[in-house]
């Protein structure tokens, strides 16, 4: 595993593994115990660090693990990671023996992907598929039985496949009204009644599927958000089943404070103009780290009391305006609780007009992430700092040209 023990920069996340394990232990606890949980860790699980999270839904007692690349996936063989691991997402037909030998279960929906893939694949090697049924969502996968059928038939005529899984994806599960919902799931059931026989795994529920419906359970679901601490919509927030706690929160340390005169001004385009006397607090971090321009405004913690950003947000700087003077380091949170108030990534998810999925996706891995385990900081990982040159430096104490 890639990670560092250290960080030279007063910004970091926190990654509350405690939180995840709870929640993880939720969902189990929602559903049907023999309906496997497949935690989603795409996209460096949704940027909260995708082994780090994995080990600790495992743990929760879920069954497998999902990504949406082949890379990811390798990614988390190569950090330890011995549970089952399907890539959701298309694979090259050319890359399949790297999965099979790293025992990766991929996804197929097109015929003559099975033809080039076995053509890949030596006498000793076994390869696991999922075949991906579209019922609605029009991204990936197969819309007739004829498709299907011509997987089957070529997954059980090549004796390097296996057939382990069938799944869906819903486009509307986070959506309270059923509709479309229900006509996905009327057409899941059609395909799945063509098989011959069933695969081990069959899944369509994503959270919001996992969390508010029984009939769509089947003996696997794909859990994503929800692990989290997110809620997988804003419709869906009153009439969660249990409170899901926010794993991911986002913090800095003040670089500087200053008090300043009436109608000084503040940031790129001079934008912000003080009023009267004010204390200005400058944070590092700003765009580059994910933390965007269009944040301007919004509120951050400082001693549990909110205080809003001024100014323009920097590539790498933002500034905020302080009730009075605060010293370097005092501790500010951007995502999170700090005394009695918390800023949630539904908050900024509304500031930034989009969903909160994308924000703890789109907060950089310039950021270092702290894990925490039993309340306690266990581990750092630091992407930026896990290069040659970090780990020389780390052995030999020095550069070397
Ligand atoms: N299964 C598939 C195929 C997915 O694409 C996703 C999430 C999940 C399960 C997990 O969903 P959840 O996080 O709502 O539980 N995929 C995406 C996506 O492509 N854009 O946003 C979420």
Same mark, same amino acid.
Request: charged letters at 25%.
């Given at each position: 595993?890639?990670?560092?023990?250290?960080?030279?920069?007063?910004?970091?996340?926190?990654?509350?593994?405690?939180?995840?394990?709870?929640?993880?232990?939720?969902?189990?606890?929602?559903?049907?115990?023999?309906?496997?949980?497949?935690?989603?860790?795409?996209?460096?699980?949704? +940027?909260?660090?995708?082994?780090? &999270? =994995?080990?600790?839904?495992?743990?929760?007692?879920?069954?497998?693990?999902?990504?949406?690349?082949?890379?990811?996936?390798?990614?988390?063989?190569?950090?330890?990671?011995?549970?089952?691991?399907?890539?959701?997402?298309?694979?090259?037909?050319?890359?399949?023996?790297?999965?099979?030998?790293?025992?990766?279960?991929?996804?197929?929906?097109?015929?003559?992907?099975?033809?080039?893939?076995?053509?890949?694949?030596?006498?000793?090697?076994?390869?696991?598929?999922?075949?991906?049924?579209?019922?609605?969502?029009?991204?990936?996968?197969?819309?007739?039985?004829?498709?299907?059928? +011509?997987?089957?038939?070529?997954?059980?005529?090549?004796?390097?496949?296996?057939?382990?899984?069938?799944?869906?994806?819903?486009?509307?599960?986070?959506?309270?009204?059923?509709?479309?919902?229900?006509?996905?799931?009327?057409?899941?059931?059609? *395909?799945?009644?063509?098989?011959?026989?069933?695969?081990?795994?069959?899944?369509?529920?994503?959270?919001?599927?996992?969390?508010?419906?029984?009939?769509?359970?089947?003996?696997?679901?794909?859990?994503?958000?929800? *692990?989290?601490?997110?809620?997988? =919509? *804003?419709?869906?927030?009153?009439?969660?089943?249990?409170?899901?706690?926010?794993?991911?929160?986002?913090?800095?340390?003040?670089?500087?404070?200053?008090?300043?005169?009436?109608?000084?001004?503040?940031?790129?385009?001079?934008?912000?103009?003080?009023?009267?006397?004010?204390?200005?607090?400058?944070?590092?971090?700003?765009?580059?780290?994910?933390?965007?321009?269009?944040?301007?405004?919004?509120?951050?913690?400082?001693?549990?009391?909110?205080?809003?950003?001024?100014?323009?947000?920097?590539?790498?700087?933002?500034?905020?305006?302080?009730?009075?003077?605060?010293?370097?380091?005092?501790?500010? &949170?951007?995502?999170?609780?700090?005394?009695?108030?918390?800023?949630?990534?539904?908050?900024?998810?509304?500031?930034?007009? &989009?969903?909160?999925?994308?924000?703890?996706?789109?907060? =950089?891995?310039?950021?270092?992430?702290?894990?925490?385990?039993?309340?306690?900081?266990?581990?750092? =990982?630091?992407?930026?700092?896990?290069?040659?040159?970090?780990?020389?430096?780390?052995?030999?104490?020095?550069?070397?040209?």
């Amino acid at each position: 595993m890639e990670t560092q023990t250290q960080f030279f920069r007063d910004t970091w996340a926190e990654i509350n593994l405690d939180h995840l394990y709870e929640n993880v232990k939720n969902i189990k606890g929602h559903i049907p115990e023999e309906v496997n949980v497949f935690a989603v860790v795409k996209a460096n699980a949704y +940027g909260h660090g995708d082994v780090q &999270t =994995s080990l600790t839904a495992l743990a929760a007692g879920a069954h497998g693990v999902a990504v949406a690349f082949l890379d990811e996936a390798i990614s988390l063989r190569r950090g330890g990671i011995t549970s089952p691991i399907l890539v959701l997402g298309a694979t090259r037909a050319k890359d399949v023996q790297i999965a099979a030998r790293l025992d990766i279960s991929l996804t197929v929906f097109q015929r003559e992907w099975l033809v080039e893939a076995g053509g890949q694949l030596s006498e000793g090697d076994h390869l696991n598929l999922h075949i991906k049924c579209d019922t609605g969502m029009g991204r990936v996968g197969v819309r007739t039985v004829e498709e299907l059928k +011509g997987i089957e038939k070529n997954i059980h005529a090549h004796p390097q496949f296996g057939l382990e899984g069938i799944f869906t994806h819903f486009a509307t599960a986070d959506e309270l009204n059923d509709d479309y919902l229900d006509e996905q799931l009327k057409r899941f059931e059609h *395909m799945l009644e063509q098989l011959d026989s069933l695969p081990v795994y069959i899944h369509s529920s994503n959270s919001a599927a996992a969390l508010r419906k029984t009939n769509t359970l089947f003996n696997a679901v794909r859990v994503g958000i929800a *692990m989290y601490g997110l809620t997988p =919509s *804003m419709e869906m927030k009153p009439e969660l089943p249990f409170p899901l706690k926010e794993v991911f929160s986002l913090h800095a340390r003040l670089i500087h404070t200053k008090e300043l005169g009436a109608g000084e001004k503040i940031s790129y385009g001079a934008t912000y103009e003080t009023q009267g006397t004010e204390w200005i607090g400058t944070i590092p971090i700003g765009y580059a780290d994910g933390w965007l321009r269009k944040l301007q405004g919004q509120d951050v913690l400082v001693e549990g009391k909110r205080v809003p950003i001024v100014g323009r947000i920097c590539m790498d700087q933002c500034m905020i305006r302080l009730p009075e003077y605060r010293p370097t380091g005092t501790r500010v &949170t951007l995502i999170g609780n700090q005394g009695a108030d918390t800023v949630s990534m539904d908050e900024i998810a509304g500031k930034l007009d &989009t969903i909160n999925y994308e924000i703890p996706c789109i907060i =950089s891995t310039r950021v270092p992430r702290i894990y925490i385990r039993n309340g306690e900081p266990t581990e750092v =990982s630091n992407k930026l700092l896990s290069t040659g040159i970090q780990r020389q430096w780390e052995n030999n104490d020095q550069f070397d040209e």
